[in-house]
């Protein structure tokens, strides 16, 4: 077979399989999660030597740092992995759940049950955790799911894989729920984003510009999201003792991915107390802060900090590295006017002890997740409880936010009627 009719015959394959495994049972399905966390750890030796081969040719293709960390598998991130998998097999099945049942005035009962949405077109650059969480959050809520993940890291990927196809296998899950691309011909791409013959939903993960050629290529319905400029302010009457520590957080905890903290927007009276507590902080991780001119006067002083006038690329850039850019502003006003422009609706936070002025930032800022004195790391599936995510979507159709079990499912209308007839 030619790649691209081996393609077509994984969406053919997926679609009929998507059928069979909306009514399959829910201990079916948790057995098969269950099988997938035993075989992460089972099988971590084979695991990290894929893992091993990829990030050889990451160094050899000079791969900057960020993404070589996003690509990296060690024993503790597959043992997350596994625990994340075990926490998706203890929440409830979304699919079935019957709501919103109500008796009209004719006597017709009338409501929606929750089903699977059929097959999920997943494409991913560097991270090969994605193929494990797409995977199990489609499974146990009911989808098929064809995965194409990046060439970057295409051996973890596909050890992955074949990994999940045989934990589930050996569940009684149908044949043919998970399918993998296990061709890198970019070719094979732009043909999967005409196949909505096959595929209901296209989830793309990766840099700005990929997802925005998904976008404006797909012939499915897309959920993308995953860029993340995301800004911290520091309110004029925010607890320095708190803000300290939730900044550094924010950015430092894991700098390369799409939650952790860009820009620093900081209330002009509180700006000569808490800058130079928070760059001293900062400093010790080797964080570079892109200063406007009000907070590199504030700074200017102490010549062991790493700082740079800030200039108009470094407004809403996500920097995925140890680097900040800082704003001083006058207001609250300002602040929230700075975030409308060059905020990319994932994740922002103020830290305040003002009720008001916590209030309007949750009301008036536009993002999939709104923080009060918390640091943004925390916009993630497992943080919020969901087990795991296929991604985080910054549209508002059909979800927003990290996408868990309930925003891989639709619904359909019920209805129970005695005879009734339209009158």
């Given at each position: 077979m030619t790649a691209i009719t081996e393609l077509k015959a994984k969406g053919i394959a997926a679609k009929s399989a998507s059928r069979r495994l909306a009514y399959t049972s829910t201990e079916i399905k948790n057995r098969a999660l269950q099988n997938i966390a035993a075989d992460l750890r089972g099988k971590k030796k084979e695991i990290l030597e894929a893992n091993k081969l990829d990030l050889r040719e990451?160094?050899?293709?000079?791969?900057?740092a960020a993404m070589q960390d996003r690509l990296l598998l060690d024993e503790g991130r597959l043992e997350g992995m596994a625990k994340d998998v075990l926490t998706v097999a203890a929440l409830p099945d979304p699919v079935g759940e019957v709501f919103d049942m109500r008796t009209m005035p004719n006597g017709l009962l009338i409501g929606r049950k929750r089903v699977p949405l059929g097959v999920i077109g997943a494409m991913y650059e560097s991270r090969p955790n994605v193929t494990i969480d797409i995977s199990v959050l489609c499974l146990k809520a009911g989808n098929a799911v064809i995965l194409r993940g990046g060439k970057e890291a295409f051996h973890s990927n596909l050890a992955l894989a074949r990994l999940v196809q045989e934990a589930i296998t050996r569940a009684g899950v149908p044949e043919g729920v998970v399918q993998?691309?296990?061709?890198?011909?970019?070719a094979l791409v732009d043909e999967m984003l005409k196949m909505n013959e096959y595929v209901d939903l296209m989830i793309p993960r990766g840099g700005e510009s990929f997802i925005r050629f998904v976008i404006e290529n797909a012939r499915m319905a897309v959920v993308a999201g995953g860029i993340g400029v995301c800004h911290t302010y520091v309110d004029l009457t925010a607890d320095i003792g708190k803000a300290v520590p939730i900044v550094y957080n924010a950015k430092v905890q894991r700098p390369t991915v799409c939650n952790a903290l860009d820009t620093i927007i900081v209330h002009t009276g509180i700006a000569a107390r808490f800058l130079p507590a928070v760059?001293?902080?900062?400093?010790k991780a080797g964080v570079e802060l892109h200063c406007d001119e009000a907070s590199f006067a504030f700074l200017m002083g102490d010549k062991t900090l790493k700082l740079k006038p800030a200039v108009p690329a470094d407004w809403g850039k996500e920097f995925l590295a140890l680097i900040a850019a800082v704003k001083v502003v006058d207001s609250l006003d300002e602040a929230l006017e700075h975030i409308a422009r060059y905020g990319s609706g994932h994740s922002e936070a103020i830290i305040t002890e003002d009720y008001t002025a916590a209030m309007r930032f949750l009301n008036e800022v536009d993002a999939a997740a709104v923080?009060?004195?918390?640091?943004?790391?925390?916009?993630?599936?497992?943080?919020f409880g969901l087990g795991a995510e296929v991604g985080i979507s910054t549209q508002k159709m059909h979800a927003r936010g990290p996408l868990g079990l309930k925003e891989l499912t639709s619904y359909k209308w019920i209805i129970f009627g005695n005879g009734h007839t339209r009158p």
């Amino acid at each position: 077979m030619t790649a691209i009719t081996e393609l077509k015959a994984k969406g053919i394959a997926a679609k009929s399989a998507s059928r069979r495994l909306a009514y399959t049972s829910t201990e079916i399905k948790n057995r098969a999660l269950q099988n997938i966390a035993a075989d992460l750890r089972g099988k971590k030796k084979e695991i990290l030597e894929a893992n091993k081969l990829d990030l050889r040719e990451a160094q050899v293709n000079k791969m900057d740092a960020a993404m070589q960390d996003r690509l990296l598998l060690d024993e503790g991130r597959l043992e997350g992995m596994a625990k994340d998998v075990l926490t998706v097999a203890a929440l409830p099945d979304p699919v079935g759940e019957v709501f919103d049942m109500r008796t009209m005035p004719n006597g017709l009962l009338i409501g929606r049950k929750r089903v699977p949405l059929g097959v999920i077109g997943a494409m991913y650059e560097s991270r090969p955790n994605v193929t494990i969480d797409i995977s199990v959050l489609c499974l146990k809520a009911g989808n098929a799911v064809i995965l194409r993940g990046g060439k970057e890291a295409f051996h973890s990927n596909l050890a992955l894989a074949r990994l999940v196809q045989e934990a589930i296998t050996r569940a009684g899950v149908p044949e043919g729920v998970v399918q993998f691309v296990d061709n890198t011909d970019r070719a094979l791409v732009d043909e999967m984003l005409k196949m909505n013959e096959y595929v209901d939903l296209m989830i793309p993960r990766g840099g700005e510009s990929f997802i925005r050629f998904v976008i404006e290529n797909a012939r499915m319905a897309v959920v993308a999201g995953g860029i993340g400029v995301c800004h911290t302010y520091v309110d004029l009457t925010a607890d320095i003792g708190k803000a300290v520590p939730i900044v550094y957080n924010a950015k430092v905890q894991r700098p390369t991915v799409c939650n952790a903290l860009d820009t620093i927007i900081v209330h002009t009276g509180i700006a000569a107390r808490f800058l130079p507590a928070v760059a001293k902080e900062l400093n010790k991780a080797g964080v570079e802060l892109h200063c406007d001119e009000a907070s590199f006067a504030f700074l200017m002083g102490d010549k062991t900090l790493k700082l740079k006038p800030a200039v108009p690329a470094d407004w809403g850039k996500e920097f995925l590295a140890l680097i900040a850019a800082v704003k001083v502003v006058d207001s609250l006003d300002e602040a929230l006017e700075h975030i409308a422009r060059y905020g990319s609706g994932h994740s922002e936070a103020i830290i305040t002890e003002d009720y008001t002025a916590a209030m309007r930032f949750l009301n008036e800022v536009d993002a999939a997740a709104v923080f009060v004195n918390a640091s943004t790391r925390f916009t993630d599936g497992g943080q919020f409880g969901l087990g795991a995510e296929v991604g985080i979507s910054t549209q508002k159709m059909h979800a927003r936010g990290p996408l868990g079990l309930k925003e891989l499912t639709s619904y359909k209308w019920i209805i129970f009627g005695n005879g009734h007839t339209r009158p």
